[in-house]
């Protein structure tokens, strides 16, 4: 999505094809190789593919290696030099091909700027003295930091040259899910990270639980359209780091995140909670957005200093809607206080170390993302609000706002779902067609905007007005193969029960 051409080298038997597909930017970016020793049967096919695509005048090249354990030493050295013997089918220079190198495990490490090296003497140098870190394959540290540290002009990238990353491993990812698709939840959704600060938590720890925050976030697409991050950390009193609408982007959220500075002291959880209860972090009022699923994460490493007012002022935000996940870390941890914080006993999550915390990864993406994942199917879905007198205005603002949410269920647009939605008392008044939003901003809006009629309650009149009007017609944006939904609401006893 930034540009860059993204090539993958599978190596070995231990593959897992559409994690590479995905990966690559199209198909025949993706190379295969059944052992180390074959590499250099690629060579030249691979350097023609990589320079006829993008490096005709500028590029900035990024070799992107697997250096986990299943590698092994004498497969990483063989690695190693077919780098080498790769890098000299391009011209170097400020002018030309520039070469940056990163190395992943069980985290990523930018080991070689751009523009380092500008001959190839240093640079074959450089690559053979690149580290072996045998460790895990987490593949998706190591395109996050590409995407938001590697191609940028602190290391060296520039801006008018062609950006090209080529990713080279022996085996599945270690979360697959977050590297395939940084992308997965893609829905309305708040989420507020309520980080531990406290003394308990060593320096190098906070900074792992901080880590594990920032790379979540790197699941969701961010924006007005998508998912809004905040974040507040806690000792014996809580600090707000970010609001939700602070950033939209994953650079801006990385860096105020590993900025937080580590407060020391007890661990208050009741006292946190409190503050955002009573600022209205989640509140439109502040910079929550009325029709987002709201969403608390709690990661902490000990009990709070009380845990009956720490499990009431979670209930508080679960009361108000908030969705609340809790992981706890290490062994002394109070299983009972984390799971009642917890709306549901599946959101608590337990790690046994910070050291190990990125280990949950993927299955607390799995559970969110799950959880969040909209409904595909094509259907055409009427709302038919009770817009009678019954209904007093609060009450029926509820209805829009229930009906907002109940968008948020499903993908929407021409091949997934379409809303349409009318008003109705004695009169009916039609709010919006089904071809005419396709997104979840102005489809909120268009509910929102729907009248207050007042009346009495002729629930068959509205009915008979969809069919009267062909609201489910292709004048109107219906569509012949697509499921047919009407969600009706109703207050009182219709005026006419037999119509």
């Given at each position: 999505d930034t540009g860059v051409l993204v090539i993958t080298v599978a190596i070995g038997k231990d593959i897992l094809n559409n994690e590479l597909?995905?990966?690559a930017t199209l198909p025949e970016d993706v190379f295969h190789v059944d052992h180390f020793d074959s590499l250099e049967s690629i060579e030249k096919e691979f350097a023609k593919q990589a320079c006829n695509r993008e490096c005709e005048a500028q590029a900035d090249i990024l070799l992107i290696l697997d250096s986990s354990a299943s590698v092994g030493t004498p497969n990483y050295a063989k690695m190693l030099h077919f780098l080498v013997n790769l890098t000299r089918y391009f011209d170097l220079g400020p002018k030309a091909v520039q070469f940056s190198i990163i190395i992943f495990g069980d985290d990523a490490h930018l080991e070689i700027d751009f523009g380092r090296y500008s001959n190839h003497l240093s640079l074959e140098q450089g690559i053979l003295g690149v580290r072996y870190l045998s460790q895990n394959t987490f593949t998706n540290k190591a395109l996050m930091l590409a995407r938001l540290q590697a191609f940028t002009a602190v290391h060296g990238a520039r801006g008018n040259a062609s950006k090209i990353a080529i990713v080279f491993t022996d085996g599945q990812s270690s979360i697959s899910l977050m590297t395939l698709s940084p992308k997965a939840c893609s829905k309305h959704v708040d989420v507020i990270f309520l980080l531990d600060s406290?003394?308990?938590v060593?320096?190098?720890?906070?900074?792992?639980?901080?880590?594990?925050a920032a790379n979540f976030t790197n699941n969701f697409q961010l924006g007005k359209n998508g998912a809004l991050f905040g974040a507040v950390i806690f000792s014996d009193d809580a600090t707000k780091l970010f609001d939700l609408n602070d950033f939209s982007d994953h650079v801006s959220i990385l860096r105020s995140l590993l900025a937080a500075p580590h407060l020391k002291g007890g661990t208050n959880t009741a006292r946190a909670l409190e503050k955002i209860s009573r600022e209205g972090l989640f509140d439109a009022a502040d910079s929550g957005r009325l029709n987002a699923t709201k969403m608390l994460f709690i990661l902490t490493d000990g009990q709070s200093s009380n845990i009956t007012h720490t499990i009431a002022a979670a209930q508080q935000l679960k009361n108000a809607g908030v969705h609340i996940l809790t992981i706890g870390v290490g062994d002394v941890v109070n299983v009972e206080e984390l799971s009642g914080m917890a709306t549901t006993p599946d959101d608590f999550f337990q790690a046994d170390s910070y050291e190990v915390l990125?280990?949950?990864q993927d299955e607390v993406t799995n559970h969110t993302c799950g959880s969040l994942r909209a409904c595909s199917e094509m259907a055409d879905i009427i709302f038919v609000f009770d817009s009678s007198s019954a209904?007093?205005?609060?009450?029926?603002?509820k209805q829009l706002l229930f009906a907002s949410n109940v968008t948020?269920?499903?993908?929407?647009g021409p091949i997934d779902a379409q809303f349409a939605a009318i008003a109705y008392s004695n009169d009916v008044f039609k709010v919006?067609?089904?071809d005419q939003f396709s997104d979840y901003l102005n489809l909120f809006n268009g509910l929102l905007?729907?009248?207050?009629?007042t009346g009495s309650t002729d629930t068959g009149l509205a009915l008979n007005w969809i069919t009267d009007a062909g609201m489910f017609g292709p004048a109107y944006g219906g569509r012949h193969n697509a499921s047919k939904i009407i969600i009706l609401f109703i207050n009182n006893p219709s005026s006419d029960a037999t119509e």
């Open positions: 597909d995905a990966i406290s003394g308990s060593s320096i190098d720890d906070y900074r792992e639980e901080l880590i594990f990125h280990k949950l209904v007093t205005v609060e009450d029926y603002q948020q269920d499903f993908d929407l919006f067609d089904l905007a729907s009248p207050h009629l």
